[in-house]
Nanobody, 124 residues
Framework: QVQLVESGGGLMQAGGSLRLSCAAS????????MGWFRQAPGKERELTAAITRSGGSTTYADSVKGRFTISRDNAKNMVYLQMNSLKPAATAVYYC?????????????????WGQGTQVTVSS
């Protein structure tokens, strides 16, 4: 079992940047596909980005392509989400998640382990 703790959220003006971090413990994340999801008030949780075990492949929501970058450091048991050119629509709670599947799942139900989330608020 792996435990996930997110950090790095906060209040940012539109156009700014934030870097979210996800610290894992309990097991090495090299065993897992990792993802970042977000949930805005009144909306369903949705995939922001996901990355394969080696980091060789990634997938992004269309709304963040070219602005957000997911990365991982298996040696440090860390996953990151660099968010640039932030827009107010990015305001949400961001969750780190892990799955032992073999593809890059895009639905929340395919991820077994979740962090508590970190709030990101982008003001216009």
């Amino acid at each position: 079992q792996v435990q996930l703790v997110e950090s790095g959220g906060g209040l940012m003006q539109a156009g700014g940047s934030l870097r979210l971090s996800c610290a894992a413990s309990g097991r090495t994340i090299s065993s897992y596909i990792m993802g970042w999801f977000r949930q805005a008030p009144g909306k369903e949780r949705e995939l922001t980005a996901a990355i394969t075990r080696s980091g060789g492949s990634t997938t992004y929501a269309d709304s963040v392509k070219g602005r957000f970058t997911i990365s991982r450091d298996n040696a440090k048991n860390m996953v990151y989400l660099q968010m640039n050119s932030l827009k107010p629509a990015a305001t949400a709670v961001y969750y780190c998640a892990a799955t032992s599947g073999v593809l890059l799942p895009t639905t929340p139900g395919m991820y077994r382990y979740w962090g508590q989330g970190t709030q990101v608020t982008v003001s216009s």
